[in-house]
């Protein structure tokens, strides 16, 4: 894994100078529509990667329409038990991954990974936020003693948006400086040009992908982020995790 994540880097940075590339979902046979996406790097290293149209219109009506009823306040994970917290405040719903939707997601997530499969793939789940609720900085990992037995956790992070009605209530990376004042005004579509932490926009139907471990396994501390609290509105993602090496079956609930 190690050696194909470094043979991709190699290959975005190198389309980061072009800035960004097409490429339409049509090898996924779960899907009923295609997705036309278009891919910007944002950051080479750490690999941060926006992608637009992730989820066509009518992926973004099903995936509502399959949660609307599944939301839960979210929890965290502590030694591998869910426990409530109030650095997380939002709500969520795991979704199933026998549903088309869901295998649709899925397959795509793989393909823009180029992993053979979704064996790797977490259950789909959505979060929502509304007016006060927000999910301070953290690492998207598990940290349980199961993960570490089995040497598995989460290395990437894909979330899709279902719903952007919500002002500065963008993901944050605080690890991540950046100085945008002399940037291209399409850089500002995408990312906050006013913050000096990297913080990408939420907009319906877009994702944003990033690495969360180094190549040795280790947590890359520049991959802390944090969902920025709402002052007003609401936001809806999908969280789309992928885990490093086999995937056990007594890990599949965490």
Not at 4 to 22: G, P
Not at 90 to 101: H, K, P, R, V
Not at 111 to 134: C, H, M
Not at 194 to 217: C, E, I, M, Q, R
Request: charged residues 25%; contains cysteine.
């Amino acid at each position: 894994m190690a050696k194909i994540w470094m043979i991709v880097s190699s290959v975005v940075a190198l389309f980061a100078a072009l800035f960004y590339f097409k490429w339409e979902d049509d090898g996924t046979p779960a899907c009923t529509t295609k997705a036309a996406m278009i891919t910007t790097v944002l950051l080479p290293d750490p690999l941060i990667i926006y992608i637009e149209n992730f989820l066509t219109d009518d992926d973004v009506v099903k995936l509502k329409d399959l949660a609307k009823d599944r939301f839960e306040q979210s929890t965290l994970i502590e030694n591998g038990v869910k426990v409530p917290s109030p650095i997380r405040t939002s709500s969520t719903a795991m979704l199933s991954d026998g549903e088309q939707i869901t295998k649709c997601v899925a397959q795509r997530a793989a393909r823009f990974q180029n992993l053979a499969d979704t064996d790797s793939i977490e259950p789909i789940q959505a979060t929502r936020y509304v007016k006060g609720q927000q999910y301070k900085a953290h690492l998207d990992l598990l940290w349980s003693d199961l993960t570490a037995q089995h040497h598995v956790d989460r290395n990437t992070t894909i979330f899709a948006i279902l719903d952007d009605n919500c002002t500065d209530c963008g993901t944050q990376f605080p690890n991540i400086h950046v100085d945008l004042s002399a940037t291209h005004q399409k850089w500002c579509e995408f990312m906050d040009c006013t913050k000096s932490v990297l913080t990408v926009k939420p907009k319906k139907g877009n994702a944003v992908f990033w690495k969360n471990l180094l190549d040795d396994g280790m947590a890359d501390m520049r991959s802390v982020h944090s969902g920025l609290p709402l002052t007003e509105g609401s936001k809806m993602g999908l969280n789309i995790w992928t885990r490093n090496g086999g995937f056990p079956k007594e890990l599949r609930e965490l």
